[in-house]
């Protein structure tokens, strides 16, 4: 597509509910990127793919918290059991090559807002 | 781990003033972008510049990365321009994860 596509674009659920937040780069992107904006706040990085690997996955704040990805485009967020402090707007961005040593600009989507109730 | 700065972190405009916003950062960055994030959330690519100068309409960018800082400069502004402004980069030598600022939030009033 022309840009970073994310669904849902907002999302209100009990606590203790599972939730799946899903992220379709920009064709031929092969870094992908997820980020977390609570209320108020700057966004802090979660995870990293390149291609089906995540070769970072340090900003994941908790074990409840998992992503992956398939076939090199389309990344899930799966958040288990939320809580309260979960709700933020998650942001997913797609870069063209990505490595060490190399910079590309990061497209980001229109983000998921996610409220726990 | 890396220090990031941005300032002013709050700014009144009157339409038609123009502005620097300015981000420093205490390490050596592989890349550097800055984004708009308008009142409904969307962050919004305005420049990717590690390096030199770039000038899109009323907005250029300057990155001096041997100084480590860069500037946003707003001409003629407009209401639309309110929001927050955002620099972020990823650090060399790492994957490209951004680190962000933390954030110029722009108010332009008529």
């Known amino acids: 597509g022309a840009g970073v596509s994310q669904s849902p674009s907002n999302k209100v659920t009990e606590k203790g509910k599972d939730v799946e937040l899903r992220c379709d780069p920009i064709?031929?992107?092969?870094?992908l990127y997820w980020y977390r904006q609570s209320l108020g706040q700057g966004l802090e990085f979660l995870i990293y793919?390149?291609?089906?690997?995540?070769?970072?996955k340090s900003g994941l704040p908790s074990d409840r918290f998992s992503a992956e990805r398939t076939g090199g485009s389309v990344s899930t967020l799966t958040i288990q059991r939320t809580q309260q402090e979960d709700s933020a707007v998650y942001l997913c961005?797609?870069?063209?090559?990505?490595?060490?040593?190399?910079?590309?600009?990061?497209?980001f989507g229109d983000g998921t807002r996610l409220s726990i109730l | 781990g890396i220090q990031v700065e941005q300032s002013p972190p709050d700014l009144i405009l009157q339409e038609g003033a123009n502005s620097t916003l300015r981000c420093n950062f205490s390490d050596s960055v592989n890349n550097l972008q800055w984004f708009h994030q308008n009142p409904w959330g969307q962050l919004i690519n305005l420049f990717y510049?590690?390096?030199g100068t770039k000038q899109n309409g009323r907005l250029s960018a300057t990155t001096v990365a041997t100084e480590r800082y860069s500037l946003l400069y707003i001409s003629s502004s407009q209401t639309t321009d309110s929001g927050v402004y955002f620099c972020?980069?990823?650090?060399?030598?790492?994957?490209?994860?951004?680190?962000f600022g933390t954030g110029t939030r722009l108010q332009v009033t008529l």
């Open positions: 510049i590690p390096s």
């Open positions: 961005a797609s870069s063209l090559v990505s490595g060490t040593g190399a910079g590309q600009p990061q497209h």
């Open positions: 064709s031929g992107h092969t870094a």
């Open positions: 793919f390149q291609g089906n690997s995540a070769p970072d």
């Open positions: 972020a980069f990823a650090i060399t030598g790492t994957a490209s994860k951004l680190t």
